[in-house]
């Protein structure tokens, strides 16, 4: 299967390069709406979104570790929060401006999981197999949780600095080679 060849003009390049990886991944796009829809009716069908929490969680976990922002506390047992359920929690206990950022946002890791089953499974001569159905169901949770919560992204928001750092620097680069 060769979608590259046949998207050019309609896409992107990068999309083009990457076609059978995006198509491989539309099944669990498809299980992760239908799981967030389910999980929104009713809690039993939290136990669908475990994997992914787990891996959410771990990756505020380890980038809390690695950037000294100081984890404390970590559970991935659902509890209720008001009118919503809290499905797992990292407490971090020294957030600072350069921490809050890489901390709060290390879910987006997550996706490179997906991405690389993908590549691995659709690399030259790769036909489907009854095994990419179970890899389907296996790597859904892991759409649902690579992006960070309203939380995370408040605590992302200590890092502005890095806007200014970044804003001069390319200021700079602009002066250097203009």
């Known amino acids: 299967m060769n979608l590259a060849a046949s998207c050019r003009g309609i896409a992107p390049v990068l999309v ?82 350069y921490n809050a950022a890489p901390a709060a946002l290390a879910p987006f890791a997550i996706i490179l999981i997906p991405l690389a089953v993908a590549a691995w499974r659709t690399r030259p001569g790769w036909h489907f197999q009854v095994v990419d159905l179970a890899i389907a169901f296996a790597l859904a949770p892991q759409m649902l949780s690579f992006w960070p919560s309203k939380v995370d992204w408040v605590i992302a928001l200590r890092s502005w600095p890095y806007l200014i750092i970044t804003a001069a620097a390319c200021f700079l680069f602009q002066l250097v080679h203009a």
């Open 16 to 97: 083009c390069q990457h076609a059978d990886i995006l198509v491989y991944l539309l099944p669990s796009v498809a299980l992760a709406v239908v799981i967030r829809i389910l999980a929104a009716t009713h809690p039993v069908f939290f136990l669908f979104t475990v994997a992914g929490t787990i891996c959410h969680e771990l990756a505020h976990l380890v980038a809390g570790f690695l950037t000294g922002a100081g984890p404390a506390h970590f559970t991935v047992i659902p509890r209720r929060k008001g009118q919503h359920w809290e499905l797992g929690s990292v407490t971090l206990t020294r957030v600072r401006w």
